[in-house]
């Protein structure tokens, strides 16, 4: 198990499911689609609108596009 990234702040979370542990699937409120008090992940940084995200419970590390901002975007 990797050690909690330095830079993780629990000011800066992000509700994304985790791709390793998936603790998420039996909780009644992430299925609801609502902000779960339990189930949130550390949001290291950002690069446009891919985030760089850690599992507070079994610590992996991920990136995951987020699909918001201007990246991506093509002009028609």
Do not use: E
């Not at 079994?58 to 028609?76: D, P």
């Amino acid at each position: 198990m990797l050690p909690l990234d330095p830079t993780a702040d629990i000011g800066r979370r992000a509700w994304v499911p985790c791709p390793s542990c998936q603790d998420h699937q039996n909780c009644g409120t992430c299925l609801d689609g609502r902000t779960c008090p339990d189930h949130w992940r550390y949001l290291l940084s950002n690069k446009g609108s891919v985030l760089h995200l850690q599992c507070p419970n079994c610590t992996h590390l991920w990136a995951w596009q987020s699909g918001f901002g201007a990246a991506g975007r093509t002009n028609t």
